[in-house]
């Protein structure tokens, strides 16, 4: 299968690096930065100049997977791969773009013939080594012929525990990958998933926040514990009812350095949690710790606590994520 990687940032170039370990793939590869276009074809990608040349790179039917950073860049660049597919081609957006812009693109480009998919893509900068999990929208047609590409990127049983009373149950799902739904389902579902963890990164902050400052003169002499709380990250990882990708990267941080004094605190957010507080308010459904964990980001903005520290940590550890610069 050949394919097209249109943006070859952190995830974009480790797909195509991950295709190329599956066997069985081939890539045309285009990025504004040309030397990260000349570093994937020294290991056997095939370089690009532009948009034009990824088309005419690859054969019809053709896959253009867009992996750039939601908003007005990914707009340009499907607008522009618009006028250069032809009918039966196929787009990709596999960032985190907004569902509904995914519905109006799907619509237009229904139009030309030309079919398009959004995938919400998870697994950071760790999906060329542990895989890709994959929340797909689309038409079923097209992404059961696109099965192979998804099953290569996804990241397979590996060792969880089946779940129980799944017989007669969609088979791609315990392998990390899910045909979601129509166009706009696979970006609404990932979306709800950063919006997940959002609260999740927050819940672990605020309680490692609680941890160190066990110790504070604020309290009475008797009643103050000086805790180790790296130690306390790693016991949790090992048999508590709290274990996740998160608190790992949490207990690695803190085993390098257990006051952070790396990070500043100033914590970002990235679309999604907004979207998901703005979906909640929709559909009338109270988000009341989704809500807060935004919220918490933005007030690390104007002030910043341990537990920002924490928050910081953990985005560089599952996304490359650098704290802006002052």
Known sequence: MQIGMVGLGRMGANIVRRLHKAGGFSAVVYDANSSAVGSLAAEGATGAGSLADVVQRLTAPRIVWVMLPAGKITEATIDELTTLLQRDDVIIDGGNTFWQDDIRRAKALRQKGIHYLDVGTSGGVWGLERGYCLMIGGEK??????????????????????????????????????????????????????????????????????????????????????????????????????????????????????????YSGHVEDSGEGRWTVNAAVDEAVPAEVLTAALFARFRSRQSHTFAEKVLSAMREGFGGHKEPKK
């Open 141 to 262: 047609d097209v992404v059961d012929r696109l099965d192979p590409l998804f099953a290569a990127l996804a990241p397979g049983f590996g060792d969880i525990p089946r779940t129980d009373s799944r017989a007669g149950r969609d088979p791609r799902v315990e392998q990390g990958y899910i045909h979601a739904g129509p166009n706009g389902a696979g970006h609404f579902v990932k979306m709800i998933h950063n919006g997940i963890e959002y609260g999740l990164m927050q819940a672990y902050a605020e309680g490692f926040d609680i941890l160190k400052n066990a110790n504070s003169k604020a309290l009475p002499e008797e009643h103050r514990l000086d805790l180790d709380i790296a130690d306390i990250a790693e016991v949790w990882r090992r048999g508590s009812v709290i274990p996740s990708w998160l608190l790992d990267l949490t207990a690695q941080a803190l085993a390098r350095n257990a006051t952070l004094d790396g």
